[in-house]
C-alpha cells in the first residue's frame, strides 16, 4: 500500500510538470537577385518580396526585418547582406528566414553550413519558403542539405556546358566575347558571336597600321592623330587612349586569327572578314619593338637649368595638347620635379 501511495504522487508530479513553450519564430525576409544572366528566369527581388510579404500575412508569420542583395551566391562569404544576416541571426535580432527558395540563401557548400550550424545552435529556428519549411529537426535539415547541394550542382554543370559552348563557337571562327574596335558584334540571336565591320571605324583601324607599318609613326603620334586631326572615338563616344592603341596594332584578331582563352597557345581562324593583310601585320610588329621605332628626341629649353626646390632632383618636362573652342590645338609644356 505505502509504494503504491509512493508512485501515485510520483504521477502526479510529473502531471504537474509545464510543458515547454514553442519558441516564437521572428523572421527576416532574404530576397536576392543574380546580376547573372543565367538566374534571368528566376523572380526580381520585387516580386520575390510581394510573394513573400503575402505568404506572411496568411499563415501569420511575424516579419521583423528585410533585406534585398543583388549578387551571385556561388562563391562562399561574399555577399554582405547574406553575411551581415548570419550575425544578425547570431546574436539574436531574428530567428527565422523568410525566402522565396531555398538557392537564395545558398549555392555553395560554405554559405550552406553556415547556416546548419546556425541551426544546430538553435539561433536559426525555421526557415520558410514559397512552398517549403525547414526547421531544426535532422530530417528537414537533411532536406535542406540535400537541396542546396542541388543548386551547387546546377552552377557547377551550367559552368561545364558554357564553357563547352565557348569551346564549340571558337573551333567555328565565332568570337565569343565582345567585338574589337573596328567590328560590330551581331544582335540577333540566330547570329549570336558573329562580328561585323563597323564601316565607319575600319578605314581608320587600317589606317592606323599603315602609318605605323610605313611611316613609322609611334603610338603616341598615332593617338595625337586620332584625337585632335580626327576627332576619333570609339563606340562608346570616348577618346581612345595610348595603350588601346598599342591592343590594337598588337591584336591577331585583325589579320584573320584569334587566342581563346588568351595565353592559353589554342588559336583560330576567324570567320569575320579581316581588316589588314597578314604581311601588314606583321610589319606593324616589327616597328613596335623598340629598338625600331622612330621617337623624336626632344630638348626642352630649362630641363638642364633648373632642379627641384624641394630635393635638388632634376627637373623634367612633358608636352600636352589642348583642342581650343575655335578648333584649333594648342601646346603646353609643363615642368616638374623628375621623383613625382
Not at 554559405?111 to 529556428?125: H, S, Y
Not at 571562327?173 to 560590330?184: C, E, F, I, K, N
Request: proline share 3%; glycine share 8%.
Amino acid at each position: 500500500m505505502e509504494n503504491t501511495a509512493i508512485r501515485a504522487g510520483l504521477g502526479s508530479i510529473r502531471r504537474q510538470t509545464p510543458q515547454a513553450e514553442p519558441v516564437k519564430v521572428r523572421y527576416c525576409l532574404y530576397a536576392r537577385k543574380s546580376s547573372e544572366s543565367e538566374e534571368r528566369q528566376v523572380l526580381s527581388i520585387d516580386s520575390q518580396i510581394k510573394e513573400m510579404l503575402q505568404l506572411a500575412e496568411r499563415e501569420g508569420l511575424e516579419v521583423v526585418a528585410m533585406k534585398r542583395e543583388s549578387h551571385s551566391a556561388k562563391e562562399n562569404g561574399q555577399r554582405p547582406v547574406f553575411n551581415e544576416i548570419m550575425e544578425e541571426l547570431r546574436t539574436g535580432k531574428y530567428n527565422g528566414l523568410l525566402t522565396w527558395a531555398p538557392d537564395r540563401i545558398a549555392r555553395n557548400a560554405g554559405d550552406l553550413a553556415r547556416v546548419v550550424d546556425l541551426m544546430d545552435a538553435g539561433a536559426l529556428q525555421e526557415i520558410r519558403t514559397f512552398s517549403q519549411s525547414f526547421r531544426n529537426n535532422p530530417n528537414e535539415k537533411f532536406l535542406l542539405t540535400i537541396l542546396g547541394g542541388q543548386a551547387k550542382l546546377e552552377n557547377d554543370n551550367r559552368g561545364i556546358n558554357v564553357k563547352r559552348g565557348l569551346r564549340t563557337r571558337v573551333e567555328m571562327g565565332l568570337w565569343p566575347g565582345v567585338a574589337p574596335l573596328g567590328y560590330l558584334n551581331q544582335k540577333h540571336m540566330d547570329k549570336k558571336c558573329q562580328v561585323v565591320l563597323d564601316t565607319e571605324r575600319v578605314p581608320i583601324i587600317r589606317q592606323m597600321f599603315e602609318k605605323m607599318a610605313y611611316e613609322k609613326w609611334s603610338g603616341r603620334k598615332i593617338y595625337h592623330w586620332l584625337r585632335f586631326d580626327l576627332n576619333f572615338k570609339t563606340p562608346g563616344n570616348h577618346n581612345i587612349a595610348v595603350g588601346s592603341i598599342y591592343r590594337v596594332l598588337q591584336n591577331h584578331f585583325y589579320h584573320g586569327t584569334f587566342e581563346y582563352p588568351r595565353n592559353s597557345g589554342n588559336w583560330y581562324e576567324g570567320k569575320h572578314e579581316p581588316i589588314v593583310t597578314k604581311e601588314l601585320f606583321d610589319k606593324v610588329q616589327e616597328q613596335l619593338k623598340r629598338d625600331n621605332i622612330q621617337r623624336q628626341s626632344h630638348e626642352f629649353a630649362f630641363t638642364k637649368l633648373m632642379v627641384c626646390g624641394l630635393c635638388d632632383s632634376m627637373i623634367s618636362a612633358q608636352e600636352k595638347y589642348k583642342q581650343l573652342k575655335d578648333g584649333t590645338v594648342s601646346k603646353y609644356i609643363y615642368y616638374g620635379c623628375g621623383r613625382s
